[in-house]
């Protein structure tokens, strides 16, 4: 009987280690997740990436799983966000006839708005006393993770830094989102989907598909534009400092 | 389904070509973006499977980031005593930056719609 458990003890020990585990962990949590903001009615401050993410970070700790673990069991889903950002072509397709009345406010706004995001960001943390290699990392915080990721090799930034910053950026600013639109007034959905864009990427782009359609074009956009933006000018200007 | 993802991984390959080509620091999968979007415009539109599979992909887009979001409670020892610095600048940082892009679009958007242009 007592060899039984032990065996018992020794698989599940060996399961939790298996590829397959992390993935489902992903999977299982995420939709548990939005099950959660479904029935919150889709408040933002209850964003199934920010509850997900503390979810699994808090049973990869109470299981002993390493972090790299889980990270290779989930390169199936990593790989993903490759094929759906190119599958944003079509949003911003379809749309393409809102987004050329407004293309100069948008290009304006994407040029000195993603200025901004990255100096406010490396800014505050400075006056805060945080390392050169902690603001480096912080410099790309609004661009989408892979474009982000290519940009902390490029400048000597800590990468896994980069990347949580990068996607709870993402979250911050969708939770945020309902308090800037209710300060400023903002109520125009092209105006809303730049702003999430630009200052929330990927994780504001699917929330901004949420509120509707044409939001979520102008979400798109502005990420893309930020991110090409910033890839080609970060790196030039990190070496004035 | 097949035709649709076979379409989209073609345009990322294509995108990753084009990058790798031109050293282009903009990451392949944004180059293929554009280069859809191109197709899409000479075309006129996607077809039914394309836009099936990508309407799939785009309302699970959140999902995608999970795994590096986790990884910001993994960090090495000597980033933690930076912590409040990093929490700040997402938190504080992130809202005055979207102040500025709001306040910003409504003010060229508003000039740009009473006909000024």
């Known amino acids: 009987m007592h060899d039984l458990i032990q065996h018992l003890l020794d698989f599940g020990n060996s399961l939790i280690h298996k590829p397959l585990f992390g993935l489902l962990l992903t999977l299982v949590v995420f939709q548990a997740s939005l099950w959660f903001y479904n029935a919150c009615g889709r408040r933002a401050f209850v964003h199934p990436v920010a509850v997900s993410s503390v979810t699994i970070a808090a049973l990869l700790k109470f299981g002993d799983i390493p972090y790299r673990e889980y990270v290779q069991a989930n390169n199936l889903i990593y790989f993903l966000l490759g094929p759906t950002t190119v599958a944003l072509a079509i949003p911003l397709y379809r749309e393409f006839h809102h987004i050329r009345r407004l293309a100069l406010p948008v290009l304006l706004t994407v040029l000195l708005g993603g200025i901004f995001a990255a100096a406010s960001a490396v800014g505050i943390a400075w006056m805060m006393g945080a390392n050169e290699q902690v603001l480096l990392s912080l410099a790309p915080k609004s661009v989408t993770t892979p474009i982000a990721i290519g940009i902390a090799n490029n400048i000597g930034a800590l990468t896994t830094l980069t990347t949580g910053v990068v996607v709870f950026t993402g979250v911050i600013g969708v939770l945020l989102s309902p308090v800037v639109f209710y300060l400023l007034q903002l109520h125009d959905p092209r105006a809303q989907g730049v702003v999430l864009g630009l200052n929330a990427h990927g994780v504001g782009t699917a929330r901004s598909f949420e509120l509707s359609a044409t939001n979520g074009a102008f979400a798109t956009l502005a990420m893309g534009l930020n991110g090409a933006f910033t890839a080609l000018t970060l790196p030039y200007i990190v070496p004035l400092f | ?117």
Request: charge should be positive; charged fraction near 10%; include cysteine.
């Open chain 2, 1 to 117: 389904m097949l035709k649709g993802i076979i379409v989209l991984l073609f345009f990322q390959l294509c995108g990753e070509t084009l990058v790798a080509l031109l050293h282009s620091p903009i990451p392949g999968p944004v180059a293929g973006m554009l280069l859809l979007w191109l197709a899409l415009a000479i075309k006129g539109g996607p077809s039914k499977e394309v836009d099936e599979v990508s309407q799939g992909l785009i309302q699970y887009l959140s999902l995608f980031f999970l795994p590096a979001g986790v990884g910001l409670f993994f960090l090495p020892d000597s980033i933690q005593r930076y912590w409040p610095a990093v929490i700040a600048a997402m938190v504080a940082g992130t809202f005055v930056s979207m102040l500025f892009s709001g306040w910003l679009m409504k003010r060229l958007s508003g000039k740009n719609s009473s006909g000024s242009a």
